[in-house]
């Protein structure tokens, strides 16, 4: 076969980038998190509008940056904001930081917001984490079972918070 009619790809020419993927939850955001939803919107705007489309890697950037924003758009326009202040500062839901203490006593700070928001590293959990499924609807003084791969752990709920509490 004659090399003549093979498609050489471009040096410059953006591969065809699959979309980022869409979780198949309700989008539930704290304010926090539909902040900072908007302020990478902003910002992958704003890079957007930097980059010359005829310049090397351009074409690569830009395609990359236009897959972000729709997915940022699509998270945006799907989030269903639950204010934490308005929460009944009695009982676990998406919003509350709660304080728990494991069986050998020792005590973890953890913030329960909505999956685009969460840092495990910084104490923030998705609400669709184990640990969040077991502290939801429990108030200070419960004991639940938090199902994790390294094995069952039993917690006590110490102390439930909320912004504007």
Request: charged residues 25%.
């Amino acid at each position: 076969m004659s090399r003549a009619f093979v498609k050489e790809p471009q040096a410059d020419a953006p591969e065809d980038l699959p979309e980022l993927p869409l979780s198949p939850n309700p989008n539930y955001v704290t304010p926090r998190g539909l902040a900072l939803l908007q302020q990478r919107k902003t910002a992958a705007e704003q890079s957007l509008a930097e980059i010359r489309a005829d310049s090397i890697g351009g074409k690569q950037q830009r395609a990359q940056l236009e897959r972000e924003l729709r997915w940022l758009q699509s998270r945006i326009g799907t989030a269903l904001l639950v204010d934490p202040a308005t929460r009944d500062s009695g009982r676990v839901a998406l919003g509350a930081e709660v304080l728990i203490a494991d069986s050998d006593g020792a005590e973890h700070r953890y913030r329960i917001v909505g999956e685009d928001e969460a840092d495990p590293e910084q104490g923030l959990i998705s609400w669709t984490s184990p640990l969040a499924r077991a502290l939801i609807g429990t108030e200070p003084g419960d004991i639940v079972s938090w199902q994790r791969p390294a094995g069952d752990l039993e917690v006590e709920v110490l102390t439930i918070r909320y912004d504007g509490h």
